[in-house]
């Protein structure tokens, strides 16, 4: 009984709601810019999280009163943060910056955009116990199929190694994040059963010189399978379309994704779709500063 109540009462604990107050100063000057934009995407990711939030122009009475931004902080009397975005001179000078975040710091902890501010700010003087880093959030937005080119004939000899086209499809953990389009003959037989699964893929079997440069200009890859010990010619038109290319390696143009075998090409696949800010979201940002306020 004594577990199940300890575990009750933590429960409970965590669960908090607290009374957030965003102090938004471009709300005071009739502004709409991205500290407006940061303040209403905060409001509504804590609003999400069970929070009660409001955004002002001044400090107001609160659990916490955050302010976007530092230069503009004016003590609330209670527990206050700042968001530090960056400390490079404009209408101010990094001096001026500096000093003014020495000062904010007296009554509020800064939260800064990059660990490389902090570490300058604590580098000319400013409090290490008074910092913290919360990388940015980007914004919902949709990301589209990376576009895969595939520029040429199959033949009867399999001399364009076809199957490890097969196998690749095979191995895509997500087939949806992927569109192949295809310009050649022979490939029918090969992606009928790979559309029946479900590969988004769009195929023109003969060569059209005006299809064969809008795919050259509207892809992410090119992809080429084949193994001769001589240049394609969709590697050289890709590197001039600077589209980067996927094959094996060439002695005479370096390829940016270069495979000795399917292991290797699969590889490229699953990492060419990974995404270095997918859980930079606004609810991670918001959940980060919440341990902030929380611990602080």
Same mark, same amino acid.
Not at 26 to 49: N, V
Not at 178 to 184: A, D, L, P, V
Not at 205 to 217: A, H, T, V
């Given at each position: 009984?004594?577990?199940?109540? %300890?575990?009750?009462?933590?429960?409970?604990?965590?669960? &908090?709601?607290?009374?957030?107050?965003?102090?938004?100063?471009?709300?005071?000057?009739?502004?709409?810019?991205?500290? #407006?934009?940061?303040? $209403?995407?905060?409001?509504?990711?804590?609003?999400?999280?069970?929070?009660?939030?409001? /955004?002002?122009?001044?400090?107001? @009475?609160?659990?916490?009163?955050?302010?976007?931004?530092?230069?503009?902080? @004016?003590?609330?009397?209670?527990?206050?943060?700042?968001?530090?975005?960056?400390?490079?001179?404009?209408?101010?000078?990094?001096?001026?910056?500096?000093?003014?975040?020495?000062?904010? *710091?007296?009554?509020?902890?800064?939260?800064?955009?990059? $660990?490389?501010?902090?570490?300058?700010?604590?580098?000319?003087?400013?409090?290490?116990?008074?910092?913290?880093?919360?990388?940015?959030?980007?914004?919902?937005?949709?990301?589209?199929?990376?576009? /895969?080119?595939?520029?040429?004939?199959?033949?009867?000899?399999?001399?364009?190694?076809?199957?490890?086209? #097969?196998? *690749?499809?095979?191995?895509?953990?997500?087939?949806?994040?992927?569109?192949?389009?295809?310009?050649?003959?022979?490939?029918?037989?090969?992606?009928?059963?790979?559309?029946?699964?479900?590969?988004?893929?769009?195929?023109? =079997?003969?060569?059209?010189?005006?299809?064969?440069?809008?795919?050259?200009?509207?892809?992410?890859?090119?992809?080429?399978?084949?193994?001769?010990?001589?240049?394609?010619?969709?590697? /050289?038109?890709?590197?001039?379309?600077?589209?980067?290319?996927?094959?094996?390696?060439?002695?005479?143009?370096?390829?940016? %994704?270069?495979? #000795? =075998?399917?292991?290797?090409?699969?590889?490229?696949?699953?990492?060419?779709? @990974?995404?270095?800010?997918?859980?930079?979201?606004?609810? =991670?940002?918001?959940?980060?500063?919440? &341990?902030?306020?929380?611990?602080?």
């Amino acid at each position: 009984m004594l577990v199940i109540s %300890f575990l009750i009462i933590q429960s409970t604990r965590d669960m &908090k709601t607290l009374q957030i107050n965003i102090v938004n100063y471009e709300q005071g000057m009739g502004i709409d810019g991205i500290l #407006t934009k940061y303040s $209403k995407e905060m409001e509504r990711a804590l609003i999400d999280l069970g929070h009660d939030v409001e /955004i002002s122009d001044k400090p107001k @009475k609160a659990d916490i009163n955050h302010h976007i931004n530092y230069y503009a902080y @004016k003590p609330s009397g209670g527990k206050d943060t700042t968001m530090i975005t960056h400390i490079t001179g404009d209408m101010y000078t990094e001096k001026e910056k500096i000093q003014r975040i020495k000062d904010t *710091l007296k009554t509020s902890i800064g939260i800064c955009f990059s $660990k490389g501010v902090k570490d300058l700010l604590v580098s000319e003087g400013c409090p290490k116990e008074k910092l913290e880093v919360v990388l940015p959030a980007h914004d919902d937005l949709d990301v589209r199929p990376r576009i /895969i080119a595939i520029c040429t004939n199959l033949y009867p000899d399999g001399r364009k190694r076809e199957e490890m086209f #097969t196998k *690749l499809i095979h191995s895509l953990s997500d087939q949806k994040k992927y569109t192949f389009r295809i310009m050649g003959k022979g490939w029918m037989k090969i992606l009928d059963p790979l559309v029946k699964e479900g590969v988004q893929v769009q195929l023109v =079997n003969d060569f059209s010189g005006d299809f064969y440069r809008e795919l050259l200009n509207t892809s992410d890859y090119l992809l080429y399978t084949g193994g001769e010990n001589c240049l394609a010619q969709s590697i /050289i038109d890709a590197k001039h379309c600077h589209v980067k290319v996927i094959a094996p390696p060439q002695e005479d143009l370096k390829v940016e %994704f270069p495979f #000795t =075998n399917q292991k290797e090409l699969n590889k490229i696949f699953s990492e060419i779709i @990974k995404n270095p800010v997918e859980s930079w979201t606004w609810e =991670n940002y918001c959940k980060a500063h919440i &341990k902030i306020w929380e611990r602080k």
